[in-house]
Every structure is written in C-alpha cells, then in structure tokens.
C-alpha cells in the first residue's frame, strides 16, 4: 500500500509539472499512469503487485466510477438537456444503440463469443469518456455545439447503459442466478435514494432553518455523494445508479450547488480516475496482452475504427453537421473509465466468458487511451482557424479597426495620401 501510495503521488506531481505541455501536445496525463502501472506491475518491474481481485482492485474502482458518474450527472441536468439536446439526442438516441449493436457483432464473428456475452461486451465498451479528449471539449476554438455535444453524451451514456451492462451479465450467469425481481429492486432502490436524499438536502437548506456559508458550499454536495454512498452500500441499492441520479438531481434542482462543487467535484473525480488508471495498468502485463490474441487485437481495433464510426455517421446524415464537426465526433469516442469498472465487475461475477471479456475489454481501452488522448491537440488545432491566417492580416484588421474603417475596406490609395 505504501509502494502504491509513494507511485501515485510522484506520478501526480510529474503529470501536474506537465500538464501545461501535455495540453498543447501529444503528451497525455491519462497515458502517463496507465503506462507508469504496467512499468510498475508483476509482468515488468514488480514493484507494485496487484491482482484483479485484490480488495483495494474492487474498492478504488468502485469509489472511481461512484465519484465519475456523480459529476457526470452533474451535467446533466434538466436544463442543460432541455436547452440544446437535438444533436446530443441524436448520439444517445441512435448512437449508442448502434454502437452497441455493431460492436456486438464485432464481438460474435471476429472472436466468436455467443450472442449475451457479446452483447455484454458491447455493452461495457460504449461509454465514451471526455477526459481522454480534453484538448478537444476544453478549446474555445472548437465549436461550442460540439463541445456541447461531446460533453452531454459522455456524461449521460455511462448511466443510461448500466441497466443493460446489469442486464446482460445477469444473464450470462445462467438461468439459475437470474432473478430478475432482485435485478429491479436493486435498480429502483439506487434510482430512490439517488433522487430522495439531494432533494431532501436541498430542500432543508432552502428553509430558514438552515443556511450554508459560503466555505462549506462546495461540501454541500460532497456531504450528498458520501450519503448517497452509504446508504446505497447499507440497502444493497445500485450504486452506480444512484450516484448518476443524484448528480442530475442536485443539477437540476440545485443550480447554486452544481457551481460550488463544479471545480472542486471535478478535482475528486479526477484524482480517482488517474489512481485507478494505475493500478489498472498495474493489473496488464506482457503475457495478459499475449493472451488476447491476434482476433481479440483485431476486434479491439475494429471497435474503435469501425463500431462507433459507423453508428455516428448513420445517426448524424442530415443534421447539420460539418464535414470536420461529424468527423471529431466520430473519432473521438473514447472508451472510459466506466468501462474499466464494468469490466472488472464482469471478471469479479465468475461468468465462464469473464476471463476472455476482460481480456477484450482491457486492450480495447489501452488502444483508446493511447490512441485518443494523443489525438486530441492535432485534431482541436484543425478548428484554429486563426493559425491559416498570416501575421500581417491580423495586424492590419487591428489598425483598421483602431483608425474606425471597416476590415472589408479598401487601403487607402498612395496617391490619395499624397494629394
């Protein structure tokens, strides 16, 4: 734990001593951990040691993904949805289940798994994560209905495909662990508490009973998640579930709190994503990567070159899009930490395919970290439009506008000057 504990910080304080490099280059923070945890696991170094089922495995990827999909929520709130949801609609509403469908079939004719633990596969690699493209939702260069469009659709997909991800594994396991009642009330359970208990604290803070002081108002909602939390552990309700209906809960009818915790939340939920990236990267080795095979390589690469491509460009005809906005959106939908997390659900439930989808799973997502977060910076530089002007053009537009003419003017004549 201490190795662990000394690893993470120093690869912290490197990925802060770049970050402003990594922002302007190919350099990834995202990139750094997951190839800092393999340096570091049983198959290279050996420094840290690790096992997929190792209790701290479990537990940092579940905190992770609760603190993830609570921000994510944050999002999402009826307002923002409300306020431009035509082409986000068009990613969730047809994107994803195409996604899902053609990295199905990917899944049962490359590899050749049966029909559920495809679908389950498809199902843990749909999420799309905006971290591993945030030179592209972070540049004001980039058109903000894009940016928009991005950003909605990775918050909302990792929530809206649990319930199938829940769904397909429960039938993987067999008819005899499928209890489809025990399913629903486990859904239903996380759905109440993630909306009761941020509304509820919502409410006794609007009452003259209690005020918040401006401190403590970043707390308030970290106070709400830590609720959420134990009480979905203490009722056996969907934490994942709850986690995401909070976070839109407390957008949608707390606007003020959204904002206190927005920078802060954010922080919590990137620090927990880049430890669980190391020690994710920790659990690969050189004989886990051998062990895939040459049809699990290849579907890792269909999935990110061909499912999502496909899918985007049926969901996108006619809508509007440019050519270079369509294109960004069908590149850049990188595979999260959401499915980290899924994924080692599915190798944690002891399904016969567990081992096979774990192996599938993880090289899919070093692709699409390695991949995505290194393209980020060349594709935003494409929407710059400023760099294909010359020099000499943005000074003259800065002496016209000083001296009142209008930039569509003609210079002044020579002679005009002289008469």
Do not use: C
């Amino acid at each position: 734990m201490t190795t662990l504990l000394t690893a993470f910080a120093a690869f912290l304080l490197l990925a802060v001593l770049i970050s402003s490099l990594a922002n302007r280059t190919i350099l990834s923070t995202a990139a750094l951990f997951l190839v800092g945890g393999f340096l570091l696991g049983d198959g290279v170094t050996g420094v840290v040691s690790l096992k997929p089922g190792d209790s701290l495995v479990g537990g940092l990827a579940e905190l992770a993904l609760f603190a993830v999909l609570f921000t994510d929520g944050m999002h999402a709130g009826w307002k923002d949805l409300r306020s431009a949801w035509r082409l986000p609609g068009r990613a969730l509403g047809w994107g994803l289940p195409l996604t899902l469908v053609v990295t199905a079939l990917l899944a049962h004719y490359v590899v050749g798994l049966g029909w559920i633990e495809s679908l389950l596969v498809a199902a843990i690699l749909t999420p799309t994560d905006p971290v591993f493209a945030a030179a592209l939702v972070g540049n004001d260069k980039v058109p903000p209905r894009l940016r928009h469009l991005l950003n909605v659709e990775s918050g909302v997909n990792d929530g809206l495909i649990l319930p199938f991800v829940v769904l397909f594994l429960a039938i993987a396991k067999g008819s005899d662990d499928l209890h489809l009642g025990e399913l629903g009330t486990e859904l239903a359970l996380g759905l109440v508490i993630g909306v009761a208990v941020p509304w509820a604290a919502i409410m006794l803070e609007r009452t003259r009973l209690f005020a918040i002081a401006p401190k403590y108002q970043p707390l308030n909602a970290v106070a709400i998640g830590l609720l959420v939390l134990a009480l979905g552990k203490a009722t056996h309700g969907n934490l994942f579930l709850a986690a995401f209906a909070a976070g839109i809960t407390v957008a949608t009818i707390g606007e003020q709190h959204r904002k206190a915790f927005e920078e802060f939340g954010e922080l919590v939920a990137e620090l927990l994503k880049l430890a669980a990236l190391l020690v994710f990267g920790a659990l690969l080795t050189p004989a886990f990567l051998g062990d895939v095979g040459w049809t699990g390589w290849l579907f890792a690469i269909l999935a990110l070159v061909v499912a999502r491509p496909v899918a985007i460009w049926i969901s996108f005809l006619r809508s509007g899009l440019s050519m270079r906005e369509q294109g960004a959106v069908m590149w850049f939908g990188p595979k999260g930490f959401a499915s980290v997390v899924y994924g080692l659900l599915v190798l944690e439930s002891g399904i016969p395919a567990a081992d096979q989808i774990f192996h599938l799973v993880a090289v899919t997502i070093v692709l699409s970290i390695l991949a995505h977060s290194s393209t980020d910076v060349v594709v935003a530089r494409g929407f710059d439009d400023e760099r294909d002007v010359p020099a000499w053009h943005g000074k003259a537009r800065a002496l016209l506008r000083r001296d009142g003419s209008s930039p569509a003017d003609p210079p002044p004549s020579v002679e005009g000057d002289q008469g």
